[in-house]
């Protein structure tokens, strides 16, 4: 099962920053918070993942609280080919192995 | 440079017949995993390689699904006596790395375009 509690959908003006929540409670220390988005029907595509710290790249930020119970995905100017499902996933490399599990992610629409 | 390349886009059989769904990974990926994805659910883990080793196969549903990557690089995901349940995109992802280096290298899987299957 998933370990990640998301939105099931927001709106975001296109040009604002896309601010998307990802609640994990139930992280434990060995976890990583992982990010993937899904455009239409493509495969998903990787965008970030950290720890504990602040990541950031070409594509997003993000910022992992403190306790490390929720992470917030930044998108600093969102536009239209940012519509997408976006999916936040906690990964434990020891006890999962490679694997991705995904949960029902939250369904990003960016209007003109 | 080519991306994950999936084959075929689309497979309609007929329930009872044997599929089988081929995945070419980039070029030098080391670790190849599937996922099914229904429609509006996210993609559902079913098995990964690193190089010829099948690693972990808790997701394959039951053992009419069985998968192969003998010269670790192509993989051939088999359904045997398909049932209509099983009609779902098949996506295949790569990553370079076994997935311990991952962690440290930030090697992400890189996602196929998937193989939409319909069963009659």
């Known amino acids: 099962d998933a370990k990640t509690t998301q939105p099931p959908s927001m709106d975001c003006a296109e040009g604002r920053a896309a601010n998307l929540p990802c609640n994990h409670s139930?992280?434990?220390?060995?976890?990583?918070v992982y990010w993937y988005r899904q455009i239409h029907s493509q495969g998903p595509q990787y965008i970030i993942h950290?720890?504990?710290n602040n990541e950031t790249n070409e594509m997003a930020s993000l910022i992992i609280t403190e306790d490390r119970k929720s992470s917030t995905l930044i998108l600093p100017h969102a536009t239209l080919r940012d519509t997408a499902v976006y999916y936040c996933i906690v990964r434990d490399f020891y006890n999962q192995g490679g694997k991705l599990i995904f949960g029902q992610g939250t369904e990003l629409s960016v209007k003109p | 440079g080519a991306g994950v390349s999936q084959s075929p886009r689309y497979k309609v059989t007929k329930r009872g017949q044997d599929v089988a769904l081929r995945c070419d990974p980039i070029?030098?990926?080391?670790?190849l995993y599937w996922y099914r994805q229904a429609l509006g659910q996210g993609p559902e883990f079913l098995t990964y390689?690193?190089?010829?080793?099948?690693?972990?196969k808790s997701g394959l549903p039951n053992d009419r699904f069985s998968a192969e990557r003998p010269e670790g690089s192509i993989s051939t995901l088999t359904i045997q006596r398909t049932e209509q349940r099983d009609s779902a995109m098949y996506r295949c992802a790569s990553s370079s790395t076994p997935w311990q280096v991952s962690v440290i290298s930030n090697q992400p899987q890189h996602f196929g375009d998937g193989t939409r299957l319909s069963i009659l």
């Open positions: 139930t992280i434990s220390g060995n976890e990583y």
């Open positions: 390689f690193n190089y010829e080793a099948q690693q972990d």
């Open positions: 950290g720890l504990k």
């Open positions: 070029s030098g990926h080391v670790s």
